[in-house]
């Protein structure tokens, strides 16, 4: 069983940083891609970033050159450092994985974490 434990939310106030952190846990062999969706209220689950295999990344076009997303592949670890904050920017932010291998023919195609919420505001 693989599981993904975020952590890293919590209250900022606009234009400040918060840095999100989600680490993969179980039998792992390698992963395909890991990255951040949110879903705001009353708003449909979005995706923030996504790291993929070979070391490409993918930005929403609303956070590109506020948020910046990382990976440590030796520790499934995927990061997000989230700069210049906006109210807008206030969800729960979901971590991701697409391609969990367990073994070279075991592979799950997509796990979630629980969420962490980030609510940005004075």
């Known amino acids: 069983q693989v599981q993904l434990v975020e952590s890293g939310g919590g209250l900022v106030q606009p234009g400040g940083s918060l840095r999100l952190s989600c680490a993969a846990s179980g039998s792992i062999r390698s992963i395909n891609a890991m990255g951040w969706y949110r879903e705001a209220p009353g708003k449909e689950r979005e995706l923030v970033a996504a790291?993929?295999?070979?070391?490409?990344?993918n930005y929403a076009d609303s956070v590109k050159g506020r948020f910046t997303i990382s990976r440590d592949y030796a520790k499934n670890t995927v990061y997000l450092q989230m700069n210049s904050l906006k109210p807008e920017d206030t969800a729960v932010y979901y971590c991701?994985?697409?391609?969990?291998?367990?073994?070279?023919?075991?592979?799950?195609?997509?796990?979630w974490g629980q969420g962490t919420q980030v609510t940005v505001s004075s």
């Open positions: 790291s993929l295999s070979g070391g490409s990344t």
């Open positions: 991701n994985a697409d391609g969990v291998w367990a073994s070279s023919w075991q592979v799950i195609p997509r796990v």
